[in-house]
Each structure stands twice: as structure tokens, then as C-alpha cells.
């Protein structure tokens, strides 16, 4: 799974080493993320040597979790510095943010593995008929795309802003039970992670407010359907938008996360790898007891284009 999923592994042991308030769960974090980071430098010339548009994003998260870890990865910095710079945005984002709408013809990545251009509705090795992702996970995954581009120093000549600028043509957000809903809590909890750093700052209570609103507005069908990825998210989301720990909602979810999970340590929701490690992931963040760095009292400027109590 490491090989596949390096860069999200890294830095889901970098944020729980770094976000818990617990000194065991720090240690023992930062002690497997160190030992998995090396392993990943380690095999840095085999991993450039395959870099293309459709993975690079993922060595570039990768190399900020190796970062957050205390590990300074300066020659695979520059080895992504120079993939990323002769790769349009609209190619690594799927599109281009400062010259058109999120777009609605992007595959999703095969069942075989691969990727197609946008427009395609086959794929190219296989021959199945491809998935078109929602635009909200298309905007979400060009968000998170810039955001780790900016930590890294990346030449990506798209900012978090520029997409955190699009947030009011995101609403207003889909109902429970409809279509889009789904991919739209995603989009709204990236909002939420971007802006607060990955679980390092607590937002104020004045900032998202339509955005706080529908993410709890969203738990409660989430519960019913028996969703634990989805749920820690929100709970994880909700905590760092000043919802309180003894809010009913969050007791809610995390006593629904403590319940449902299996005797090997994991939630089981999914039927892919993948899957499987994300709830975990996000299980933990929604679980712990927080360590906040700081707290974000100020308002978000950049949502909207215009300072906003959104």
C-alpha cells in the first residue's frame, strides 16, 4: 500500500505527529513516519524516473509530509520544482482556474489504472467506459493540489486563493440524499483543511458560517447511512470551525466512530485499499484530542474574492 499511497501515508503519520495532544500517539507517529519517510527518500530515483502529470501531485505531498516530520527532502524538492515547471496547470489541476469554470468532462481514473484526458468517455488501455467526477472533487482536488504546491515552493502558477476565490459559485451546496451531496461535504471539509493547515489551527467561530451550517446539517444523514469516512470528516471539520467537544452532534458522530469500528483497529467501509486507510486516517483526526497550535481569530479574505463572515 506504501508504494501506492505515499504521499497521503506520510502525511497522515506528519498530521497525527504533529495535531494530537497525546505524547504517545505523537511518538509513536513521528517515530513511523520518519522510518517510512526514509524509505521513501530511499527510493526517490526509482520514483522520478516514472513522475508524470497524473502522479506528481502525490511526491509533492509526500515531500511535505516528509517536511512536517523534521526530514528536509531539498534534491526531491528540486526534482518536483522541475516536473511541476514544464507541466501546464490545466494539465496537473484538470484545469485552469484562472480562465475557465471547474469543468464536468474529467474521467475518473480507470478500474485498470489509468488516466485519461478530459473529454474521454473510454479508456485508452482498456477500452471500459469511463466515470466523470463531480466537479466538487475536481475543484476540491485543484484546491488541495495548490495548497501543497504553496508549502513546497512549487511553480504551480495557481494559489489556494484563486480557488478559495470560486467558493460562492460552489453554492448554494446540494441537499441530503441528492446527486452532488456527497462530493460537496468533501469539498466543503478541504475548505476547512486548507485553511486551518490540515488540523494545526482552529478557525474562529465568525468565518464559514453557510459552510459550518451545512456540514451540520449533513452528519446526521451521513449517520444514517452508516458512513464513517464521511462522519469523521465532519466531526474533524465542525471541531476546528469552534464546535465544541460536548456539542451533541459531535458526541454524536465520534460515539457512532467508536462503535462501529472493528476489532483489527479499522473501519472496513470500503472496498478498496485505499479506502480503508482514509476512514482510518480520518477516524483518528475526528477521535483525538486536538493539540491547536494557534487559532485563526481574523476573517478569510480570499473567500468569495472579498473579505467575508460567510
Known sequence: MFRLYDGHLLLALALAASTSR?????????AMGRERARRWMTRWPLIRSRLDADSVMQQVIASDG???LGLMPRRIQRDLHAVIARIPASTLLYFDPAREDVPMDVPAECACGTFAPRGRRTCVTCGRRLKLLDPYEVWYYALTSAYFCER??????VRPADL?????????????????????VYAVTHIVYVLNDYGEARLSPRVLRRERAFLAASLRPALDRREPDTVAEIVESLLAL??????????????????????????GDEADEYGR??????????????????????????????????
Do not use: C
Request: cysteine-free.
Open 22 to 30: 497525546s505524547r504517545g500517539l505523537r511518538r509513536k507517529a513521528t
Open 66 to 68: 516528509a517536511s512536517r
Open 152 to 157: 513546497q515552493g512549487m511553480p504551480l502558477q
Open 164 to 184: 478559495l476565490r470560486k467558493v460562492s459559485d460552489l453554492r448554494p451546496y446540494p441537499a441530503a440524499g441528492t446527486r452532488r451531496h456527497y462530493q460537496a
Open 242 to 267: 469552534g464546535v465544541s467537544d460536548t456539542n451533541p452532534l459531535v458526541e454524536a458522530g465520534r460515539t457512532f466512530l467508536l462503535a462501529t469500528q472493528r476489532p483489527d483497529g479499522g473501519w
Open 277 to 310: 486507510f482514509h476512514t482510518l486516517w480520518a477516524a483518528i483526526d475526528a477521535l483525538k484530542d486536538h493539540a491547536w497550535k494557534h487559532r485563526k481569530i481574523g476573517l478569510v479574505p480570499t473567500i468569495g474574492g472579498r473579505r467575508s463572515h460567510s
